[in-house]
């Protein structure tokens, strides 16, 4: 694929990502297809309009209050006179966007502050705004209607910012409304800061446009809902050099005093008390929307504790793992050797040390079926690590979850649908290509083709299109030639069959860096530090690759060279990159963890290698790596990968 075609498919999916409606096809060539002056905004809204619309351009259309940190000051000041917080208080911000209420009351010396919103972009941009200060702020992507935190949780919950108001139905309001109500305190508060809707519906702009910065500006139409209760807005950004780059439409719900004070006491909050109006002195000061006149209201929590739990039974896990009585082509005598009983006994020693689970071990898979139906009804849940797939064939990894499946046993880790895509390698780099993921440009080598009819460019890297561990892939692999490429694809097909796919890739030699993911996107996740592959000490004559060599072959020199060391990249590449990630990991449908490795090209854009949605579990692997980095050894690992499983399974 060329890179003007792959450019194309990328402006194709961040604009549907940035809200412009559609692209088509004209002339061959994919273009913009803009709405023009249309007489009912309502008609374009879509009813998820919030999902895509905080992003990087939200940040520059609104930043003459959201990113003004005298406005969001003064702000704070307002929200801790009307509700007298305490600095040891904890603090709920709802709908927090990139953080900028709870950074303030952080630098105001409150120290038990978390954050949930929608947005992941805004939430991953709150998070490494919080690790450059120093700064410890607990961050979630989620949706407010269900929130992840303990029943009586938070003395103080936060709506700020006119965050709320933005579903179709006052149901899915009241919903929020209620999910405060349930983590709040006995004695805890609620504090909004909602449009005034009343003075709205009179005073609204129809139409504005402003300078947001020295390229872009911003266009805005207004009109009110069909149900008279929503203001429908739409935004046109445009570029001076680029033209059109936003097209969106979104709307919010015009909350009166009368309204609100229904909606609170209906869920059960009590002494809800209004503080004025606040307004927003930007320096912009052309057109607030709805920020120009808003409400305080704070309301009060009374209710009983909830009822102390019990003491948390211990759960049984059973551990499923590869069968050590079979062959494995994989490893290299084809059995299991010392080097792997070690890798099994430190996993051991490493669950002992959770207190919470009591695990036993089931790797027999001549009698899998039926020992698994004898542990139904005694064990809470299946730890499935045999990555080695039934009967060690690396094809079947996917039939053990399918077994458990049948049999109505929860397990870790991914379904077998996430495991038949992964093992796909060209599969796996198509739906990367649809998502505007960028992926090493490739060729799919079917038996029949004729390799000297294709017109490639070297470097090249040949790998069998399914499989996983770096199984075919070796430092032969890397072809400069014709020549080096076919002896490259006969080695591969002399041990895989000569009837399965390969694929040949542009050989990228820049950084090889990994990001591993433990829970479950969006709600419960977190993001492990991103590792780097040292080739320094590597002998020259070798190519740059982490193949088998390097993975199973003690005496080979990948092996003794190759390390894993913190990667360094620029902030806003990291977080491109892990954005990406993040978008596949919700995309497959992985769960619980996940590894994804990406590779550097000689002109250093990052590009997307595979997907491992059941990657290497072992104490020296990648994914333990990463997290001794984060701080976490690998009893820590195993067990954020069981919590993350846990609280996935008993939603």
Same mark, same amino acid.
Request: aromatic share 10%.
């Given at each position: ?26 002339? !061959? ?44 000051? &003064? ?95 006052? #149901? ?10 349930? *983590? ?19 005073? +609204? ?12 500006? *911003? ?27 936003? #097209?969106?439409? +979104? ?125 139904? !009804? ?19 990894? /996917?039939?053990?979850? =399918? ?13 077998? &649908? ?5 093992? #796909? ?34 470097? @090249? ?46 050989? /990228? ?17 977190? @993001? ?21 060599? =390097? ?41 619980? +963890? ?13 590009? /997307? ?26 009893? !820590?690992? /195993? ?13």
């Amino acid at each position: 694929m060329t890179n003007q075609k792959r450019q194309q498919l990328t402006d194709i999916h961040n604009d549907k990502m940035e809200g412009i409606e559609t692209l088509k096809k004209k002339n !061959g060539k994919m273009v913009r297809n803009h709405i023009g002056p249309t007489p009912d905004l309502e008609k374009h809204l879509k009813p998820d309009w919030w999902k895509r619309i905080f992003n990087s351009m939200y940040l520059k259309t609104d930043a003459d209050v959201v990113e003004d940190k005298s406005i969001t000051a &003064q702000e704070v000041g307002l929200f801790i006179e009307s509700l007298n917080l305490g600095q040891e208080d904890s603090v709920l911000d709802l709908a927090c966007g990139q953080g900028r209420h709870l950074f303030e009351l952080a630098r105001r010396g409150f120290k038990n502050l978390s954050g949930l919103d929608r947005s992941r972009y805004l939430i991953q941009k709150a998070r490494t705004r919080s690790k450059l200060e120093g700064v410890s702020i607990a961050f979630k992507e989620g949706d407010a209607r269900k929130l992840p935190f303990p029943t009586d949780t938070f003395d103080c919950v936060t709506i700020l910012g006119n965050s709320f108001g933005y579903f179709e139905s006052t #149901d899915d309001d009241q919903k929020i409304l209620k999910e405060v109500f349930r *983590v709040l305190k006995p004695g805890g508060q609620l504090l909004m800061d909602v449009a005034d809707g009343e003075w709205l519906k009179v005073n +609204y702009v129809q139409r504005s446009w402003e300078w947001i910065d020295k390229k872009h500006f *911003v266009c805005r139409e207004r009109s009110l809902a069909s149900d008279n209760e929503r203001l429908v807005s739409r935004e046109v950004v445009t570029n001076i050099e680029k033209g059109v780059v936003v #097209d969106q439409f +979104y709307a919010e719900r015009l909350y009166t005093r009368q309204s609100l004070n229904q909606l609170i006491n209906l869920v059960g909050f009590k002494q809800l008390e209004f503080h004025g109006q606040i307004g927003s002195a930007s320096q912009r000061n052309q057109d607030l929307g709805m920020m120009e006149r808003r409400m305080i209201l704070t309301a009060h929590v009374i209710k009983e504790w909830s009822p102390k739990k019990l003491k948390k039974a211990v759960k049984n896990i059973v551990v499923l793992m590869g069968d050590p009585s079979l062959n494995d082509i994989i490893k290299p005598d084809e059995v299991f050797d010392d080097d792997d009983f070690n890798t099994i006994n430190q996993l051991k020693v490493a669950l002992s040390k959770l207190g919470d689970y009591k695990f036993s071990y089931l790797n027999n898979h001549a009698t899998l079926s039926a020992d698994l139906m004898k542990i139904k !009804g005694k064990t809470d849940f299946v730890f499935n690590l045999c990555d080695e797939g039934f009967n060690n064939e690396a094809i079947k990894e /996917l039939h053990i979850p =399918a077994l458990l499946e049948v049999l109505k046993l929860p397990y870790t880790g991914s379904n077998p &649908q996430n495991l038949a895509y992964c093992y #796909d390698k060209s599969l796996i780099r198509g739906i990367a290509n649809e998502m505007g993921v960028p992926v090493a440009d490739a060729f799919f080598i079917k038996p029949e083709d004729n390799l000297f009819e294709i017109n490639i460019s070297f470097p @090249v890297i040949a790998k069998p299109n399914f499989g996983d561990s770096s199984f075919g892939i070796t430092q032969k692999s890397v072809a400069a030639n014709i020549e080096e490429l076919s002896e490259a694809i006969l080695k591969i097909r002399q041990q895989f069959g000569y009837g399965k796919p390969i694929l040949v890739e542009e050989f /990228l030699t820049g950084a090889e860096i990994s990001v591993g993911i433990i829970g479950n996107v969006p709600e419960d996740y977190m @993001v492990l530090p991103v590792i780097e592959e040292d080739y320094s000490d590597l002998p020259d004559d070798l190519p740059r690759i982490c193949g088998y060599e =390097a993975k199973w072959l003690p005496g080979s020199p990948y092996f003794k060279a190759l390390k894993s060391v913190p990667a360094n990249l620029p902030r806003e590449m990291e977080s491109t990159i892990v954005s990406d990630c993040l978008k596949l990991f919700e995309r497959l449908e992985c769960r619980d +963890y996940c590894r994804f490795d990406w590779r550097f090209d000689q002109h250093g854009q990052p590009k /997307l290698l595979e997907v491992n949605p059941n990657p290497g579990w072992c104490w020296d692997g990648h994914l333990a790596k990463m997290a001794h980095i984060g701080g976490k050894d690998y009893s !820590g690992m /195993l067990d954020a990968i069981l919590k993350a499983a846990e609280r996935r399974i008993t939603i």
